[in-house]
């Protein structure tokens, strides 16, 4: 079946370790997008690629970072520079060229920092 | 930057009542995207609302975009108990290059 994949489901790493979490999609979506989930919050959003090898800061990109060298995989690495690593990562995929263009979303990584 | 304010954050009603979430932006959408979401779990998409004076419905769900795309309303109508969730407005401003931001959600709960 087609949707977005992310792992892992939980993670849990110590302060100062760089984590990456895998997102990958086969929806032939051009558009993939990551964001972070606070307790209590709505969705902030993190960084988005519109193509392959090309990628853009979201409104809290500081701390993480991101590739994009194929069309099907969007990884995002949280480093250690992130200061409140702790959250829900949801990874997403859109079509952006046809349809309604909504967000397909993966079932989300927890990740804590101890 | 384009801003989304929903109200209200959180709302409990009881079983069978209406209840109306608001979704405020600051600057003219492209298009409006209305989630809803299990604690701990991804976003299910409910409806994508485009053109001013918009409305669509699904099930006792209905959303409506105003007519100068700044703002839109979701209705539910008799309430039940599978409606609790939080539900989260998503959009995409015009020349913003796919950048897709959301509001900061509205938790619902229905009391039986």
């Known amino acids: 079946d087609g949707g977005i994949t992310q792992s892992p489901k939980y993670l849990f790493r110590k302060e100062g370790q760089n984590v990456t979490l895998s997102c990958e999609q086969n929806?032939?979506?051009?558009?993939m997008y990551w964001y972070r989930q606070d307790p209590g919050q709505g969705l902030r959003l993190i960084y988005y690629s519109q193509i392959v090898n090309d990628f853009q800061k979201g409104d809290i990109a500081e701390g993480y970072s991101v590739s994009r060298e194929k069309k099907e995989s969007f990884p995002l690495t949280v480093t250690s520079a992130q200061k409140n690593p702790t959250a829900f990562y949801l990874c997403?995929?859109?079509?952006?060229?046809?349809?309604?263009?909504?967000?397909?979303f993966g079932e989300g990584s927890r990740l804590t920092v101890l | 930057s384009q801003e989304l304010e929903q109200s209200p954050q959180s709302l409990i009603v009881q079983e069978g009542k209406n209840l109306t979430i608001n979704c405020t932006s600051s600057?003219?959408?492209?298009?409006l995207y209305w989630y809803k979401q299990k604690y701990g779990e991804g976003l299910i998409f409910l409806m994508m609302l485009q053109k001013g004076g918009e409305e669509k419905s699904h099930e006792k769900i209905t959303a409506k975009l105003d007519e100068k795309k700044q703002q839109s309303s979701l209705h539910i109508t008799a309430s039940q108990p599978s409606h609790a969730g939080i539900y989260l407005c998503g959009a995409l401003g015009y020349n913003q290059g796919g950048k897709l931001i959301f509001g900061q959600g509205t938790e619902l709960s229905v009391k039986p």
């Open positions: 600057k003219t959408l492209y298009g």
């Open positions: 929806l032939n979506h051009d558009a």
């Open positions: 997403a995929s859109r079509n952006a060229s046809g349809g309604t263009g909504e967000l397909f």
